[in-house]
């Protein structure tokens, strides 16, 4: 009964402007840059380009931080060269989506520098609140949330004498979705870029935009901290499907569509009401439970194991989810919020990263959704090195993180070094260093030194020398995408059934229509594996018909045993 729909078949590439090409030379990467590699992106097989954003803005959280929504931040480039943009994707039948950071501006936008004289009508277009007192007197924050950035959610403003919300950096003042002209403005934005023919939006931290009313304060779950995480009060609160729908009508005026990044929404029941097709809200939304997987009791720089079993049963929940209660996933591992994820999830011999990469091009690429991928994925770019020192991490969450780490682990060398840890497993610059295109100085990203250092790998690891290599992990991720497109009825649309659910190394899942199926194994470590096939499946593959494989010749099952080389995964019509 489903009928086609361009953005459920739609791949998506995730670009980071400020590290993707730099095309004069700044060090800084720039539309221009963008609109030199879109026949690079063609011939990936990409349908659709997912541009972060490049509004002005003062940079403090790389462009999150808007201070015009309308305005280009002038090292990317002008208004013009978006315009050249777009054309130049239309004209290959590409598409554009672009970011819309809504739930807050930046402290240097109009109407926060308005809003902060506590007489202007914008006064009520930001959360303003009066400081509390304790016992002794001391000035405290209106109550106990802690920022996404470590401290306080609040800051204070000396001129008014107030706090105002800012659930990110102190320079990313929450707006007030309960004032109607936010929202009003909010909708100008959307149509003053989907005039100019934009295709959708990424809606940054959409389930945001509604707080819980009054703002009470957070139960206490991290004990002795005074700021304590607030998720719970902050996102997804009682007027965001209202909101939504109001979004969701302007889109369908233009046949856009948009993807809803929603962190802390893990309930089934909250997914669907944003995402099923009768809600008419959004179309797809980021859901974290895979990339949280890893994150500790005090977030995502404390430790956690996490095991292939528990991959499995989340992408198993939200397949099945997203068929029965007519929903859509969004597909991803990456990000520039993320770390690498062939470093991630999958510890291997250096001589295992290809396959690695591979098998994880696999296991994401032929699951039911849309599927995005960052900037770098498709060539198997890894974490910065270990050896590299904190200087060379350049994000406002890494920096703010650390300090917070230098007092609370002072003497502490075992507690501070678990910390690094983690930042060398877990932080978003791992995801923002320059794009390695060749193995020319700085990778070819640009001719003089990037705002952020290269990767030391760029000699061996860079799309030139992939894109001549018919067995590179950039051959195989074009081979991905491909198959996706011949096969749209299996792999977009054909229902999804996890295979041997309990088994702790092997990932096996089946793609079927009521005429067609294909199946998917991919062994997830990093040794050899002895695989039992379920008896069901054996025939099918013994019969089969390979269309994909990381390693040259897959074995077939013998006496009902498959034997699988490390990372070694396949697809297989049957
Ligand atoms: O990210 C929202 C978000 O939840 C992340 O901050 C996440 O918790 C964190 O990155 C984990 O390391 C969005 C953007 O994608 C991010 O780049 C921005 O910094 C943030 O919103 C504020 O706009
Ligand atoms: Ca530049």
Known sequence: TSKRIWWKEASVYQIYPASFCDSNGDGIGDIPGIISKLDYLKTLGIDVVWLCPVYKSPQVDMG???????????????????????????????????????????????????SRDRNSSKRDWYIWRK???????????PNNWASIFGGSAWAFDDESGEY??????????????????????????????????????????????????????????????????????????????EFLRGLREILDQYDAFAVGEMPWAKDEADVISAVASDRKELNMIFQFDIVDMDNGPEGKFSQRSWSIQTLKDIV??????????????????????????????????????????????????????????????????????????????????TQNFYQLALARFAGDEVGMGLFLDEVRLK????????????????GGFSTSMPWMRVNDDYAEWNAESQA???????????????????????????????????????????R???TASATVVANFTDDDQYWSVPPDEAASLANRKIVLSNYEAPGQPHDGVLFLRPYESFVVLT
């Not at 400081?131 to 924050?141: A, K, L, M, T």
């Not at 991928?373 to 974490?383: C, I, P, T």
């Not at 932080?427 to 700085?442: G, T």
């Not at 491909?482 to 649309?493: A, G, S």
Request: proline share 6%; glycine share 6%; net charge negative.
């Open 427 to 442: 932080a978003r610059d791992h995801a923002r260093s320059p794009v390695q295109w060749n193995a020319e100085k700085y």
């Open 512 to 514: 079927a229509t009521k």
């Open 164 to 241: 105002y919300l800012r659930l990110f950096a102190k320079e990313q003042p929450d707006l007030n979705w309960d004032n109607p002209s936010v929202v009003k403005e909010v909708h100008d934005v959307m149509r003053f870029w989907l005039d100019k023919g934009v295709d959708g939006f990424r809606m940054d931290v959409i389930n945001l935009i509604s707080k819980m009313p009054g703002l009470p304060d957070a139960p206490v779950t991290v004990p002795g901290e005074v700021f304590q995480p607030a998720h719970a009060c902050y996102a997804n609160g009682p007027r965001l499907h």
């Open 316 to 397: 198993d929940k939200w397949q099945t989810c997203m068929y029965e209660n007519n929903g859509w996933n969004a597909l991803f591992l990456e990000n520039h919020d993320q770390s690498r994820s062939v470093s991630r999830f999958t510890p291997h011999k250096a001589a295992h990263r290809k396959y690695a990469a591979k098998m994880l091009a696999t296991f994401i690429g032929f699951q039911s959704g849309t599927l995005f991928v960052y900037q770098g994925q498709e060539l198997g770019m890894s974490n910065l090195p270990g050896t590299w020192p904190i200087d060379d991490y350049k994000d406002v969450e």
């Open 468 to 510: 001549a290599d018919p067995t590179s992990i950039l051959s195989y991720w074009r081979c991905v995408l491909e198959l996706r497109k011949l096969h749209w009825d299996i792999f977009i649309y054909g229902r999804f059934v996890m295979i041997d659910r309990d088994h702790p190394y092997i990932l096996c899942f089946k």
């Open 131 to 141: 400081p509390v007192y304790d016992e002794q007197g001391n000035r405290c924050p």
């Open 64 to 114: 999150y931080d808007i201070a015009d929504y309308c305005a280009i931040h002038p090292p990317y480039g002008t208004l013009e060269d978006v315009e050249k943009l777009i054309a130049g994707l239309h004209e290959r039948g590409m598409k554009l989506v672009m970011d819309l950071v809504v739930n807050h501006t930046s402290d240097q936008h109009e109407w926060f520098k308005e």
